[in-house]
């Protein structure tokens, strides 16, 4: 799920807002801060990257929190929720670092994304290497608003399962809209955990990277604030990817989203015999991006 506004879904639920995010610094990307520059350089460390993601996985056991399953009641820890919105490659990344690590988290799995395939050759492989890192799988559904469809999110489970045995009938909303309490119980009837449910979701029970709206230092520093079990929601695209600002995420998944594009119109003979050159001069684009692609 993407930070829109937390407000908008929160008082759809009937949850008060939580307090307002830490002001984001107006200093350019372009500007390296002393602050932030590796020992005896000038180049800067970028908020997004595996190291950050490294270190802050690290940091958790030092403050006394393990990352748990959503189905654990537990006085204190993090649930530690993967969202895979852009690419499974990165979901799987991510998890091998999580096996090195020692932690687990819940993968969370769109059936239907516009941008990744779960039933391709890459996408089944993605899955694979998750399950031998011995993460938990859930659904993540995008609900358009309305009324759920109940028959059609046991559909989308059905073939969840039929690509990862393991999953679990755990369930994340995809950019919700609408009344959360409601699509939560509909949800419920059907044997589904929503990680939208009020236990792991409201002030001082959730903390994201959507956007980029908390850096990785405010991430790790809001889990142990927290009284009780805290929801850390992380996107693996912004962590592999990485970046200053989620605009640095945005082109990168771009430029990989047309290159993939590129390189299957390739596999045409005619667009590899010349056409598909000639056709991308047409548009203004990094000259590497159709390289080798016709």
Same mark, same amino acid.
Request: charged share 25%; glycine share 8%.
């Given at each position: 799920m993407e930070e829109r506004a937390y407000v908008e879904t929160v008082n759809g639920a009937g949850l008060a807002p939580p307090s307002a995010a830490p002001e984001r610094s107006t200093k350019s990307p372009m500007e390296p801060d002393p =602050?932030?520059?590796?020992? $005896? *350089?000038? /180049?800067? #460390?970028? +908020?997004? +990257?595996?190291? !950050? %993601?490294?270190?802050?996985? =690290?940091?958790?056991? !030092? !403050? *006394? @929190?393990?990352? #748990?399953? &959503?189905? /654990? +009641?537990v006085a204190r $820890? #993090?649930? @530690?929720?993967?969202? #895979?919105? %852009? +690419?499974?490659? &990165?979901? !799987?990344? @991510? =998890?091998?670092?999580? =096996?090195?690590? *020692?932690?687990?988290a819940t993968v969370f799995v769109q059936v239907g994304s516009p941008f990744y395939n779960p039933a391709a050759p890459a996408g089944r492989q993605a899955l694979e290497k998750i399950a031998e890192a011995d993460q938990w799988i859930g659904l993540h559904y995008h609900h358009p608003g309305g009324e759920l469809d109940q028959d059609r999110l046991c559909r989308e489970f059905e073939l969840l399962r039929l690509m990862a045995p393991q999953a679990e009938r755990i369930l994340a909303w995809h950019n919700p809209d609408g009344d959360l309490s409601a699509i939560n119980d509909v949800a419920k009837q059907a044997g589904f955990l929503s990680v939208y449910s009020p236990q792991f979701y409201g002030p001082d029970k959730y903390v994201s990277d959507s956007n980029f709206v908390n850096r990785p230092g405010r991430i790790c520093q809001l889990a142990p604030e927290s009284d009780g079990p805290v929801q850390m929601l992380l996107h693996p695209v912004n962590w592999c990817l990485g970046g200053s600002e989620m605009t640095d995420v945005l082109a990168s998944i771009f430029r990989s989203k047309l290159r993939h594009l590129i390189g299957m119109m390739a596999q045409n003979r005619i667009w590899h015999g010349g056409f598909g050159r000639e056709f991308l001069r047409e548009f203004d684009m990094p000259q590497d991006v159709g390289r080798d692609h016709g």
């Open positions: =602050a932030q520059c590796r020992p $005896g *350089g000038s /180049t800067p #460390v970028r +908020d997004f +990257d595996l190291d !950050a %993601y490294r270190r802050l996985l =690290a940091d958790l056991p !030092a !403050a *006394g @929190l393990d990352c #748990v399953s &959503f189905r /654990t +009641d $820890g #993090v649930f @530690l929720r993967l969202d #895979v919105d %852009y +690419d499974l490659a &990165f979901a !799987a990344q @991510l =998890a091998s670092i999580n =096996a090195e690590l *020692g932690i687990r």
